[in-house]
């Protein structure tokens, strides 16, 4: 058997954006394969910059989110506060600017905790975690048109984990986001 490179197997022929809206681009790209296997790949891209925020504000051993109306699933769920990044725009700063858009808060202290890729597949996009802490709230929360009837839930952390294990929050973000911050806000208990 032929050992393939793990530098770079795929080589691209030719990228096009052949869908694009206020949320994210679809590109389509043609590639050849070590072995002369040319192919096409569609890769979303939010915002166009490939990039995402999560915020968890967990004060008191309580933790925000959000409850929204999901179009796709047809159901309301349950998420941290998350959003993308504009061009142009710090990962803090969309952290700050997701966080007053959903809940109506503004963090006093907000610290990267990680990022991750939330769906390694179709999906380009690197997602920032926050930490966010010392929470003031704002005049109001202002969502865009997409998030009518979005409104704040505070969680108690050991119910939030309860939750996760009994099926109860079902977001793959936000599942990642809680696997990758438990022993963080575990231990701020």
């Not at 959903?102 to 991750?116: D, M, Q, V």
Request: hydrophobic share 40%; charged share 25%; glycine share 6%.
């Amino acid at each position: 058997m032929k050992k393939i490179s793990k530098k770079k197997i795929w080589q691209t022929l030719s990228a096009k954006v052949v869908h694009k809206n206020p949320w994210y681009r679809i590109v389509q790209e043609k590639f050849v394969l070590p072995a002369q296997r040319v192919g096409s790949y569609f890769i979303i891209e939010p915002h166009g910059t490939g990039k995402s925020v999560m915020i968890v504000a967990a004060v008191d051993h309580r933790m925000l989110f959000v409850k929204q109306y999901r179009y796709v699933q047809k159901q309301w769920t349950l998420e941290l506060p998350m959003g993308g990044v504009e061009k142009g725009e710090a990962t803090r700063a969309a952290a700050q600017r997701e966080l007053m858009q959903e809940s109506g808060y503004k963090a006093r202290n907000l610290k990267k905790h990680e990022t991750f890729w939330p769906l390694s597949g179709p999906l380009y996009e690197r997602c920032s975690i926050y930490l966010a802490s010392n929470l003031i709230p704002t005049t109001t929360a202002k969502p865009d048109e997409t998030e009518v009837g979005i409104h704040t839930v505070w969680i108690p952390v050991d119910k939030v984990y309860r939750m996760v294990d009994a099926g109860k929050i079902t977001d793959g973000q936000t599942l990642a986001t809680l696997a990758l911050v438990r022993n963080r806000i575990i231990s701020q208990k």
